[in-house]
């Protein structure tokens, strides 16, 4: 298989996926998050400045730069403007990602594995641009115990029942950080035989 093999770390809000890409990173994969992709984009991206100035003006705006938390009012208190949202940012996220991993496959010593925090990877349908799919899930009382807000986004989102029954590895993160990692441990000993 071509190198670095390509893994997406995905699974409901609150479950532990930015914890298990950290233990990804501590097993030797380089990683990256769909969240800092999307905050260097807020940062970095004119032409989405643009977009988010033309569809809802400077209250998205501070000191010049995109107020997450003025957009984040904003779309989950109405799906169409989360709707609209995506739309702009996940084509350029994608980009972001596959330019990503091209570079590393281009190196002259790619790494063993590549591992992206992809939080709506099976609702967009980017599954098939990743060589195997990781679902961190974890039960709602536990979730809600991490979740710093509540929203209704879960319900628009894949059941955790189809995310594990469509991924190659599943970990229900109920536990503790260390049996976290040596989940992703076993994985990454696995994916290193492929």
Known sequence: ME???AV????GIAAG????????A??????SSSDELVHRLYREDAGLKDELRARWGDAVFADGEVDRAAVGHIVFSDRAELAWLESVLHPRVRRLYETWLDELRRSPDPPALAVAEIPLL????????FDKVVVVTAPEHVRETRRSVVDDRESRLIP????LRRADFAYVNDGTLEELDAFVAGVVEELASC
């Open 8 to 11: 997406a770390v995905t699974g």
């Open 3 to 5: 190198r670095p093999l």
């Open 26 to 31: 501590r097993h030797g994969a380089l990683v």
């Open 160 to 163: 955790d029942e189809e995310k």
């Open 122 to 129: 099976y609702e967009a349908g980017g599954e098939t641009r």
């Open 17 to 24: 996926k930015s914890e298990a890409l950290a233990a990804f």
